[in-house]
């Protein structure tokens, strides 16, 4: 019995070591976390002598705690992203082969081990450790302040801005004065670390500098009136100043009114990891003035123009439409056709093309004929879809930023609210009864149609980790904002960063600030309030018209900086023939995809050669044509035929008479 006992134990060990050494294979850390992935190689480099300071956890990735913990080191790693210039995060896993020798240099025995290494310090230098019991996210991020302002002169950070108070004798001086940036004095109490993580918020943006005072100087509370603490005293650049009115008196708030102050601009620094997608923007754009929008509306015209980029640009670089290609181009046709909330002319367009998609029996199809559809439907109806990029809401500060990124995400926020409102309207389409519609509907065109290789890499593996777990179209909504901020999150600061409207946590608590809220001095989010925000703002209601183009009679020529699809548009036609001779379609099938024939390109202007006349192509009326002439021969020929053999009936007859 005994020896069963001891045989069932070593089983129960050998099976523990064995699973935690195949668990030691699995990654908690990846590069798109906004922290530092080192090794035995490369962190006696990074952090000997290195110009800002390190706070690194090493860990053990077979270690339960250390899997525990590793969202508390990744939401600490979120919250103080922007520190990054003078303190960094990182990670070491000490499960890892090559990191083995690594870890026992530094003297780790347990998991996880924190170490602080100071800047500019000596490659041998093993760093100080922490050893609190408390290791919450605030509290840690209050141990890197400590360690950032206690550090020696030698140890102090390239960047590091000045965290120290300032008195009333520094401050006063400043009231009235004129400069060329914002100056905000947050006012706190002696305990209070609200200040410094500002301080170390805005360490990125221009326009602006933080200082920080104490409660306890009466001098400058008194003269300018603060009653409450933390508060924030600004001084704008004209000389003018006042106290600033936010909803809560928490650093998100502080942090987030200053960074949306006019002139105050993120730092753009060069990161391959982040990748931009500006697409071809025509030189129209690059000359269009500077539209006026209200950041609390919803444009059509940006969601137009993310239509005609994403029809007349982007799949127009795909000669052939098939298979996959071409089932993923119905679904994004047959979420934008029934659940588009913009003008009616545009949603008709998109109903036409997809009721053309439902009834083309092809699997294979020519985007040529695709885009000749398009065309001639709208001439046809009088329908009207926007042939330039007009961006309003979605606009740059120049040429290649935000644009159709930004138009292409608004365009699915607004089909996912639409679709919560009214789920019967994708009734009786292959999407139906899928929550998860508008979402698997944009992640196949994202994987297959959007420009940017590396966007589209990572938003799958986003989709591919938790898009199956979206059960109603209300997570649905939150599933899409949610990754919309995860993704601003890691390319906030890029170079395809917008410097005027950084990319940032959103809604902004001036749009919703019932959506923010705070626990345990960490900012989260109110998810409820989120999702009232999503349907009022992506609503119907909140559409507006402004800036809208003017409906045309003909399309324009399209811009230069616009790709031409390089098939030639004949060759796709005759190529289009055959397989319908081949799968014996209807003639009405037939006739639909010929009437592109003459086509000059992508957006041509209208040709009587394969124009359509009340709703028939020239190839319908061809048809109607040869048929009449064929209905005519054969009266023509029956009458004859009849007529012969009455005359031979009517010579036997009389013969037979005689």
């Known amino acids: 019995m005994a020896g069963g006992f001891r045989f069932g134990h070593v089983v129960v060990v050998l099976c523990f070591l064995t699973c935690g050494a195949?668990?030691?294979?699995?990654?908690?850390?990846?590069?798109?976390?906004?922290?530092?992935?080192?090794?035995?190689?490369?962190?006696?480099?990074?952090?000997?002598?290195?110009?800002?300071?390190?706070?690194?956890?090493?860990?053990?990735?077979?270690?339960?705690?250390?899997?525990?913990?590793?969202?508390?080191?990744?939401?600490?790693?979120?919250?103080?992203?922007?520190?990054?210039?003078?303190?960094?995060?990182?990670?070491?896993?000490?499960?890892?082969?090559?990191?083995?020798?690594s870890c026992k240099e530094y003297g780790v025995h347990l998991y996880p081990t924190f170490r602080y290494f100071r800047a500019h310090g000596p490659p041998a230098d093993l760093g100080t450790t922490y050893r609190g019991a408390d290791r919450g996210v605030q509290t840690l991020r209050e141990l890197m302040i400590n360690f950032l302002q206690n550090h020696t002169r030698l140890g102090k950070p390239d960047h590091c801005p000045p965290l120290e108070h300032y008195n009333s004798?520094?401050?006063?001086?400043?009231?009235?004065?004129?400069?060329?940036?914002?100056?905000?004095?947050?006012?706190?109490?002696?305990?209070?670390?609200?200040?410094?993580?500002?301080?170390l918020d805005l360490l990125k943006y221009t326009g602006i500098v933080v200082r920080r005072a104490l409660s306890t100087d009466s001098p400058l509370v008194d003269r300018l009136k603060i009653t409450a603490f933390p508060s924030v005293y600004l001084l704008h650049p004209n000389g003018t100043h006042t106290h600033l009115h936010v909803y809560k008196q928490l650093r998100f708030f502080f942090t987030s009114f200053l960074r949306e102050l006019p002139g105050v601009q993120r730092r753009q620094t060069a990161d391959r990891r982040t990748p931009s997608h500006t697409g071809a923007l025509s030189e129209h754009h690059s000359t269009d003035p500077w539209r006026e929008f209200d950041s609390s509306k919803v444009y059509m015209a940006d969601l137009e123009s993310a239509l005609h980029y994403l029809l007349r640009v982007e799949l127009a670089t795909h000669n052939t439409l098939a298979g996959a290609e071409l089932k993923t181009f119905k679904n994004v046709v047959t979420v934008v056709a029934k659940l588009y909330p913009g003008r009616a002319s545009v949603k008709?367009?998109?109903?036409?093309?997809?009721?053309?998609?439902?009834?083309?029996?092809?699997?294979?199809?020519?985007?040529?004929?695709?885009?000749?559809l398009v065309d001639d439907k709208m001439r046809i109806s009088g329908l009207f879809l926007g042939a330039e990029l007009r961006w309003v809401g979605c606009q740059g500060s120049r040429p290649g930023l935000r644009g159709y990124p930004c138009s292409l995400w608004t365009l699915f926020h607004m089909l996912t609210v639409q679709y919560d409102a009214s789920p019967q309207l994708l009734a009786n389409t292959a999407l139906d009864g899928n929550p998860a519609a508008v979402l698997s509907a944009m992640r196949g065109y994202i994987g297959t149609f959007f420009g940017c290789e590396q966007c589209g890499r990572h938003f799958e593996e986003m989709a591919a980790q938790s898009l199956d777990q979206v059960t109603t179209t209300e997570e649905a909504m939150i599933w899409l904002w949610s990754k919309h901020n995860l993704v601003n999150s890691r390319l906030a600061g890029s170079l395809s960063d917008d410097p005027v409207f950084p990319k940032a946590p959103w809604p902004s608590p001036a749009l919703c600030h019932s959506c923010h809220q705070e626990k345990d001095g960490v900012h989260t989010w109110n998810q409820e309030q989120v999702l009232v925000f999503l349907r009022q703002h992506y609503g119907a209601a909140n559409l507006s018209p402004r800036y809208l183009p003017e409906p045309q009679q003909h399309l324009p020529t399209p811009p230069p900086a616009l790709p031409q699809t390089p098939q030639d548009p004949q060759r796709g036609v005759q190529a289009l023939q055959q397989q319908q001779q081949q799968q014996q379609p209807t003639p009405r099938a037939t006739a639909v995809v010929v009437g592109g024939e003459g086509a000059q390109g992508p957006i041509r202007p209208h040709s009587g050669a394969g124009g359509w006349i009340l709703g028939f192509t020239s190839v319908d009326m061809s048809l109607c044509l040869v048929l009449y002439v064929c209905s005519c021969l054969m009266l023509m020929l029956l009458f004859f035929f009849f007529k012969i053999r009455s005359r031979r009936w009517k010579l036997r007859h009389n013969r037979l008479h005689v």
């Open 348 to 372: 008709k367009v998109m109903e036409n093309l997809l009721e053309w998609l439902v009834r083309l029996p092809l699997e294979s199809i020519p985007y040529q004929a695709i885009l000749d």
């Open 169 to 199: 004798g520094d401050l006063l001086p400043l009231l009235g004065q004129q400069s060329g940036h914002y100056t905000a004095i947050v006012i706190e109490q002696p305990d209070s670390y609200v200040g410094r993580e500002v301080i």
């Open 22 to 101: 195949g668990a030691g294979t699995a990654r908690l850390y990846t590069e798109d976390d906004p922290l530092v992935l080192l090794n035995s190689r490369s962190l006696k480099p990074a952090v000997g002598n290195s110009s800002a300071a390190w706070l690194v956890q090493f860990y053990s990735s077979w270690c339960g705690h250390c899997i525990h913990f590793s969202s508390t080191w990744k939401a600490l790693a979120h919250d103080v992203q922007d520190w990054d210039t003078v303190i960094h995060i990182a990670v070491v896993d000490c499960a890892q082969d090559e990191n083995v020798e």
